[in-house]
Nanobody, 114 residues
Framework: QVQLVESGGGLVQAGGSLRLSCAAS????????MGWYRQAPGKQRELVAI???????RYAESVKGRFTISRDNAKNTVYLQMNSLKPDDTAVYYC????????WGQGTQVTVSS
């Protein structure tokens, strides 16, 4: 059983910052990829940022230069530092884990007011 526990969402004004955390626990052989996706009302879930086991990263174009993903391998935890937040960043943010099976967190709401 794999669990992903997310924290750090909330309400922030435009231009503000938030930091999301996601800790993975349970039984899995290895972690290939950890990351974050988001889903806004009426839209499909989209990739925000991922970090691979070797440390390489991938970001959505819309968040490049504003968001930074990082990972603590010893704690099986991934972080997403979100700066210069915009109202368009408002969404439910989901933690993602690939082991190589896919697992998802329950989601955490991020709301950016204008």
């Amino acid at each position: 059983q794999v669990q992903l526990v997310e924290s750090g969402g909330g309400l922030v004004q435009a231009g503000g910052s938030l930091r999301l955390s996601c800790a993975a626990s349970g039984t899995f052989f290895s972690i290939n990829v950890m990351g974050w996706y988001r889903q806004a009302p009426g839209k499909q879930r989209e990739l925000v940022a991922i970090i691979r086991s070797g440390g390489s990263t991938r970001y959505a174009e819309s968040v490049k230069g504003r968001f930074t993903i990082s990972r603590d391998n010893a704690k099986n935890t991934v972080y997403l530092q979100m700066n210069s937040l915009k109202p368009d960043d408002t969404a439910v943010y989901y933690c993602y884990l690939n082991t190589p099976y896919d697992f998802w967190g329950q989601g955490t709401q991020v709301t950016v007011s204008s």
